[in-house]
């Protein structure tokens, strides 16, 4: 089939490499619809927020928070449906979870933020930069989902019906197969569960709602950075290209032996490639 979404999940993982200790604070914000968003904060200085992607949540940043807080003031969304945020009834749509990621931001209080989204939180970020540039100071795009697909759907099924899928979909997001322990892929299937209603709405609703960026990425007109694990097979390294081709004056940076979730397999590399990208403003 052809003009497929190129629409992976980022999956909460988390490694036992730690740089430094960082005081993380687990925090909630109420948005203007009345929902719970809880978040991760650490640090001071520039604002990064670090937007997960589909069946995922905060957690999957928890390591490169403890570098990025070297530098900025680090949030770490669950968005509405995940983690420990409220999960209402709603189709999840991206366009549902861009309005609530553009609510976070006003709530947070800063004149303007640096958005990192990974999979499908760097669809739902790069969304917020086209319709609200005067918020956003800088784009990172990691991984990213939002680019058609002409080569068909892909055999990793995105909302694991067992615990045998949900051990493939976690393979398949590692360059470093060591990653998927039996731990992770026992804690995943659990969390999973609490999950599957907010995973399936998105994905039904992508039969309807579908704002494809292909066609936007010229009107990207905020500074882009495209960070891209050199072995993702989820999304490959093409889509990176074409992400960068498309972003007026983007730069790539394409981090060796890391897949899908480069920011947990490598995030000493993906700290320095954030870090040499964001200064203050």
């Not at 309005?99 to 004149?111: R, T």
Request: proline share 4%.
């Amino acid at each position: 089939m052809k003009k497929l979404v190129l629409f992976f999940a980022a999956v909460a993982a988390l490694t036992a490499c730690s740089p430094a200790k960082v005081e993380m604070r687990s925090k909630g914000v109420v948005l203007k619809d009345n929902i719970v968003v809880h978040y991760l904060e650490a640090g001071q200085g520039p604002v990064l927020v670090l937007v997960h992607g589909l069946g995922s949540s905060s957690e999957v940043w928890r390591d490169s928070i403890r570098y990025l807080a070297r530098g900025y003031r680090v949030v770490a969304i669950d968005l509405p449906g995940y983690g420990k945020s409220d999960k209402p009834r709603s189709d999840y749509s991206i366009e549902y979870h861009a309005a609530a990621l553009n609510d976070f931001i006003d709530a947070l209080g800063a004149d303007k933020v640096a958005l990192v989204g990974n999979s499908m939180g760097g669809w739902v970020s790069a969304i917020i930069a086209l319709n609200h540039p005067e918020k956003v100071s800088h784009l990172i795009l990691v991984d990213s989902a939002g680019l058609r697909r002409d080569t068909g759907a892909s055999a990793v099924n995105l909302n694991p019906a067992t615990k045998e899928e949900m051990r493939t979909l976690l393979l398949s997001l590692f360059a470093d197969k060591a990653f998927v322990t039996e731990k992770l892929v026992n804690d995943q299937w659990e969390y999973r569960k609490d999950i599957r209603h907010s995973v399936k709405a998105t994905l039904e609703s992508l039969k309807t709602k579908l704002p494809l960026l292909d066609d936007r990425l010229k009107n990207i007109k905020v500074p882009t950075l495209i960070i891209w694990g050199g072995e993702d097979t989820l999304t490959p390294l093409a889509y990176a290209e074409r992400f960068a081709k498309g972003v007026p004056g983007s730069k790539l940076v394409v981090i060796d032996h890391a897949g899908h979730l480069p920011q947990i397999e490598k995030p000493e590399a993906f700290y320095r490639a954030v870090k040499g990208f964001v200064r203050s403003w």
